[in-house]
Nanobody, 118 residues
């Protein structure tokens, strides 16, 4: 059974940092595409960062140079390091995975809230 559990969210002032983690179970993380998404009320969920099975990464333009996605295959953990946070980064952040190496996401965690104050 696929399970994704996020942690690390919280409240921080603008310019601060947070590190989100996603503990994965029920599958082999090295064999699937994984990523971080975020959503604010009234808006669609948007991609933040994705990491492929070959380690390649893609980022939303709004977070390039500030956020870093990484994956620990041995610990089955996905991480999002967020630096230089801005109030517009405030959202519920979700960990997602695909059932294979193609980045079509079908599994989601419960989310972790990130709030950035000015």
């Amino acid at each position: 059974q696929v399970q994704l559990v996020e942690s690390g969210g919280g409240s921080v002032q603008a310019g601060g940092s947070l590190r989100l983690s996603c503990a994965a179970s029920g599958f082999t993380v090295s064999r699937v595409c994984m990523g971080w998404f975020r959503q604010v009320p009234g808006k669609e969920r948007e991609k933040v960062a994705i990491i492929g099975t070959d380690g390649s990464t893609t980022y939303a333009e709004s977070v390039k140079g500030r956020f870093t996605i990484s994956k620990d295959n041995f610990k089955s953990t996905l991480v999002l390091q967020m630096n230089s946070l801005k109030p517009e980064d405030t959202a519920m952040y979700y960990c997602g995975s695909s059932p294979n190496r193609y980045c079509i996401f079908g599994y989601w965690g419960q989310g972790t809230q990130v709030t950035v104050s000015s």
